[in-house]
C-alpha cells in the first residue's frame, strides 16, 4: 500500500490530518486576534484614564480658584466688613430731620475712599457716626460719611488710624450742632434719648468690637432699650439693646443736638 488510508487520505508527517481544500494562507490562529485586539484596547483604556484624571485635575482646579476669588471678594476688612458686599445705607433721598439714617462705613458708596491710613471701610466708624447725627439733627444731606472723613482729615481730628474723640465735640461744633459730654448713666441716656438727642459712644471691647468703635443710640423703643445704629453691623443695628449693657462697654459718650 502506498499508505493512504480508507478515506484516500495520505496522514501527515506530523501525525495529524488535515481536508485537502486547506490553505495554509488561509489559516491564522485565533490567539493573533486576541492579540491584537489587547494591544487596541490597552492604549484606548490608558487614553480614557490620562484624560478623566486631566479633567479631574481641572474640575479641582476650577473649584480653588472659585474658592479662593470668593474669600478674596468677601474677605472682611478689619472692620468685620466686605467692601464689596457691604450693606446699603439709608438712601439720601430718605434722610429726615428727627429720624437717625442707617448709614454704613463698609457701604460701596464709599467704603473704598481713603481715611486715617486706610479706608473708610476699615477706618471710618467715628465720622459715620457724625454723619448720622448730624442728618437727623439738620435733615442736611452736605455730610455723608465720605464728606464728614475728609472734614476729620482736614480738621486733625485723626490719630493715627483712629478717630479723635475731639470730633465729638469740638469736630460737632464746627458743623454748628452742640455737643455734651454724658456721664455712664442710664438715666442720662434716656433723657438725652428722649429729648430726640443722637448719642455717640466710644465702646470698648464687647458685644461691639475687639479693640475701639464708635457707635449711634438713637432713641428707645416701646420696652425702653435702646436703639442702636453700628456703622459696623447691620445685625446689631436691627435689634434693641439692654441701656445697662451697653453702658458697661462705653468708654465715652456723647449727647448731640441742634445749636
Known amino acids: 500500500m502506498d499508505g493512504r488510508n480508507l478515506a484516500g487520505e495520505r496522514p501527515c508527517e506530523t501525525g495529524g490530518c488535515r481536508p485537502r481544500s486547506f490553505s495554509r494562507d488561509a489559516y491564522v490562529p485565533r490567539r493573533r486576534f486576541v492579540f491584537r485586539r489587547r494591544n487596541v484596547r490597552k492604549p484606548l483604556l490608558l487614553a480614557a484614564t490620562v484624560l478623566a484624571g486631566l479633567l479631574a485635575l481641572a474640575l479641582v482646579g476650577w473649584w480653588a480658584w472659585s474658592s479662593l476669588a470668593a474669600v478674596v471678594d468677601e474677605a472682611p476688612t478689619s472692620s468685620g466688613l466686605s467692601a464689596k458686599q457691604g450693606p446699603s445705607s439709608t438712601p439720601v433721598s430718605e434722610w429726615r430731620r428727627g429720624e437717625v439714617p442707617c448709614l454704613y462705613q463698609a457701604d460701596p458708596a464709599w467704603a473704598g475712599k481713603p481715611y486715617a491710613g486706610g479706608t473708610i471701610a ?21 455730610y455723608d460719611p465720605a464728606a464728614l472723613c475728609a472734614f476729620a482729615e482736614q480738621g486733625g481730628y485723626v490719630d493715627g488710624s483712629d478717630t479723635s474723640w475731639l470730633l465729638m465735640s469740638d469736630g460737632a461744633r464746627q458743623l ?6 454724658l456721664p455712664a448713666s442710664a438715666d442720662a441716656v434716656r433723657s438725652a434719648l428722649a429729648a430726640g438727642e443722637p448719642v455717640i459712644c466710644s465702646m470698648g471691647p464687647g458685644d461691639f468690637t475687639t479693640a475701639g468703635h464708635f457707635i449711634v443710640l438713637a432713641g428707645l423703643d416701646d420696652s425702653g432699650n ?15 439693646w439692654d441701656v445697662d449693657t451697653l453702658l458697661s462697654q462705653c468708654r465715652n459718650l456723647w449727647a448731640l443736638s441742634a445749636a
Open 122 to 142: 476699615e477706618n471710618g466708624c467715628g465720622p459715620t457716626c457724625l454723619a448720622m447725627a448730624y442728618v437727623c439733627l439738620t435733615g442736611s444731606t452736605d
Open 176 to 181: 454748628g450742632l452742640s455737643s455734651e459730654q
Open 226 to 240: 435702646v436703639i442702636v445704629r453700628d456703622p459696623n453691623s447691620a445685625e446689631r443695628t436691627a435689634r434693641s
